[in-house]
Each structure stands twice: as C-alpha cells, then as structure tokens.
T-cell receptor
Framework: ETGVTQSPTHLIKTRGQQVTLRCSSQ?????VSWYQQALGQGPQFIFQ???????GRGNFPPRFSGLQFPNYSSELNVNALELDDSALYLC?????????FGPGTRLTVL | AQSVTQLDSQVPVFEEAPVELRCNYS??????LFWYVQYPNQGLQLLLK??????LVESINGFEAEFNKSQTSFHLRKPSVHISDTAEYFC?????????????FGAGTRLTVKP
C-alpha cells in the first residue's frame, strides 16, 4: 500500500473524446509524475509536476496536459483521443529521493 | 537523452535457483539507476536504487544489483528465488536528483519461478 490512489480504475472512451484521470498523493509529497504504459512495454514518462508547476516533459504532444493541486491531488488530461492512447496510466508521487506509484488507470480508446 | 535495454524479455527459473536479470543503459550524463517490480494488476514498487557511493546495492527481500560504470550495466541478481518473486521487473534511469523526472524505463523482464 503506497498511499497513492488513482481514479477511475478503468475507462472506455471513443476516438476524438477528451479524458481526465485523477491521482491522489500522500500528504507532503511535492512531486507527481505521470507515465503511460502500453501493453507489454515499460512505462513512458509523460511529465512531472513539482510544487504545482511542470518540471519536465517527455516526448508527448501538447494534447497531454496536467495539473497539480495544493491538496496533493493531480490530473492528467488527454484531448482528441487516439487509438494508440489505449494504455495503463500510472501516477507516482514523492519527495526528492523516493517516488511511490499508484495502481494505475486502464484507458481503452475505441 | 538516456535509454535502457533489458536484455531478456522472459526468464523462467526453478524455485531456489539463482537468477540474473540484465540491464544496460546509455546516457551522455551521470544517471541514477533503479529496479522496480510490478505484480499483476498493480503499480510499480521500488526494489532498489543506486544514487551514489557503494556500487553494490541490496533490497530487503534478497535482491542485489551492481552498478558497473565501465560496462554501463546494472544487473539484478538473487541467489535463491521463491515462487512469490514471479513478477515483471523494470530497470530505469533518471538524470535528475528529483526522482521521477525524465525517468526512462526498459521494456521489462518477466520472471517466472516454477516449483
């Protein structure tokens, strides 16, 4: 039990729609990172937020965006969904020398 | 940019046998190295990490990994595996001290321990 929760657990959307995924971190954690894990692959870094500002970004288009809130929660928003966006989305929150992963949200785009 | 190659996609072993999961990385800057484990339908859990100091790092459940800078490797080993070690293992690197930032993962190695 990492203390990091994600909602929803599963989600089905159609191409072109928009989706918001949520992550609730442990109290005191000042970073949150989001990853996309396609089936059979390792997680790919989307971006990291540090003290509510984007602190780094991987090779993902601008239609992937995020927010981090003062209450240790965060969101990942994806616009104009594509079939290839189907994946497990993981958030990880932490302090400077440790990060804890949530169980993930399984997104299916039809 | 940095990258990670896990040399074996699947490793089947018998219970109580030793195991080595291989990881090589490529980076133009100094990096921090990690091994994560993922059990079915769960998120990733940190197994061990190398930040600095001794090149041999150990986890609480018997795994160890050795950072070899000249060979750019960070192989994971366990002298005697248990059925409960069956899981997916991911090697990862990050160039930043704030963990998670620009962390790159390998494709994973599925360890299956047979009775």
């Amino acid at each position: 039990e990492t203390g990091v929760t994600q909602s929803p657990t599963h989600l089905i959307k159609t191409r072109g729609q928009q989706v918001t995924l949520r992550c609730s971190s442990q109290s005191g954690h000042n970073t949150v990172s989001w990853y996309q894990q396609a089936l059979g692959q390792g997680p790919q870094f989307i971006f990291q937020y540090y003290r509510e500002e984007e602190n780094g970004r991987g090779n993902f288009p601008p239609r992937f965006s995020g927010l981090q809130f003062p209450n240790y929660s965060s969101e990942l928003n994806v616009n104009a969904l594509e079939l290839d966006d189907s994946a497990l989305y993981l958030c990880a929150s932490g302090l400077s020398n440790e990060q804890f992963f949530g169980p993930g949200t399984r997104l299916t785009v039809l | 940019a940095q990258s990670v190659t896990q040399l074996d996609s699947q490793v089947p072993v018998f219970e109580e046998a030793p195991v080595e999961l291989r990881c090589n990385y490529s980076s133009s800057v100094s990096v921090y190295l990690f091994w994560y484990v993922q059990y079915p339908n769960q998120g990733l859990q940190l197994l061990l990490k190398y930040l600095s100091g001794s090149t041999l790092v150990e986890s609480i459940n018997g795994f160890e990994a050795e950072f070899n800078k000249s060979q750019t490797s960070f192989h994971l080993r366990k002298p005697s595996v248990h059925i409960s070690d069956t899981a997916e293992y991911f090697c990862a690197v990050s160039p930043y001290p704030i963990l998670g930032n620009d962390m790159r993962f390998g494709a994973g190695t599925r360890l299956t321990v047979k009775p």
